[in-house]
């Protein structure tokens, strides 16, 4: 199946108390990275249909949960993707979207092969341990709609 010249981003989330915590997992091929459940696109997928599909092969999850889509979309240069996928999109593919998703969850994580570790902490550990700004950024505006009540809409 080809790959789209799509991303998606997806945050896990739980409430402890009064405060929240974010799932973030370690990816396995970057021991200095930390970010929540991130893939491209296939076939025809649509974003909400990747963020599931990546969910459930990268920490086991499946279900008819409702997604919560963020504000925030950032863009990847081309050149961070492999050269078969590229070939399929031709040369005027420069940047790839990658489009945020939250997703309230309290069950059993299973790491596929791509992570070696998840934790499950509050937001400011959480916001440190991320590397790229862009996923720091879906963090901040995911906390702040926690915090601020701003969710109303689900997928």
């Not at 499946?62 to 070939?87: M, Q, T, V, W």
């Not at 990658?98 to 934790?119: C, D, N, P, T």
């Amino acid at each position: 199946m080809a790959r789209q010249p799509k991303q998606i981003h997806v945050y896990l989330y739980r409430k402890r108390g009064d405060d929240y915590e974010y799932a973030v997992f370690r990816r396995a091929d970057m021991e200095d990275c930390f970010q929540g459940i991130c893939g491209g696109l296939e076939g025809s997928e649509s974003y909400l249909e990747g963020a599931k599909r990546e969910l459930f092969e990268e920490a086991g999850i499946e279900g008819d949960y409702h997604f919560r889509e963020l504000k925030c979309i950032s863009y990847l240069p081309d050149n961070i993707f492999d050269k078969e996928a590229r070939a399929h999109w031709g040369n005027e593919i420069v940047v790839v979207p990658m489009r945020f998703f939250a997703l309230e969850y309290e069950g059993e994580i299973k790491l596929s092969e791509e992570h070696s570790e998840v934790r499950w902490l509050p937001f400011s550990e959480a916001y440190e341990l991320i590397l790229f700004s862009d996923q720091k950024v879906a963090l901040y505006e995911l906390h702040q709609r926690l915090l601020r009540g701003l969710f109303k809409d689900l997928l």
